[in-house]
C-alpha cells in the first residue's frame, strides 16, 4: 500500500508543462487527454501548479499552489474552479477513484 498521496497529473502556468504519471498509462486515450486539458486550463486560467493525487483511501484530491511573487493566482478563484471542476467531471473523477481504488488498492 502506498504511504504518501500519489498524483495522477499535474500542470504548471510556471513552466508550461504538463506531467501525467507513467503508472496510470493503462488509462484510456481520451482519459488522458481530457486530464491534460483539465489541467492546463485551469493554470492559463487561475495560475499557479494544480496537481491530482490520490489519498490512501483512494480519494482524488485537487492541489494547488502558487508562487508567492504570482499576482495573477487567485486563491478564491482557484478553490472555486476547483468546485466548479468538481461538478463538471463529477463522472471522470468517480470513476478515476474507482479505478485507483480497484487496480492499485486491491479494492472492490
Known amino acids: 500500500m502506498y504511504q504518501e498521496n500519489i498524483v495522477l497529473c499535474g500542470a504548471s502556468a510556471y513552466e508550461q508543462k504538463y506531467y501525467f504519471n507513467p503508472d496510470f498509462s493503462s488509462l484510456p486515450e481520451s482519459v488522458r ?40 493566482y487567485d486563491d478564491i478563484g482557484s478553490g472555486l474552479r476547483i468546485k466548479q471542476l468538481r461538478e463538471d467531471k463529477k463522472e471522470l473523477l468517480e470513476a478515476l477513484e474507482m479505478y485507483y481504488r480497484v487496480f492499485f488498492l486491491g479494492g472492490e
Open 33 to 72: 487527454q481530457e486530464l491534460q486539458i483539465m489541467c492546463v486550463l485551469f493554470t492559463e486560467d487561475v495560475g499557479g501548479i494544480l496537481t491530482l493525487e490520490f489519498d490512501e483511501e483512494g480519494n482524488l484530491q485537487f492541489r494547488t499552489e502558487a508562487l508567492e511573487a504570482d499576482a495573477r
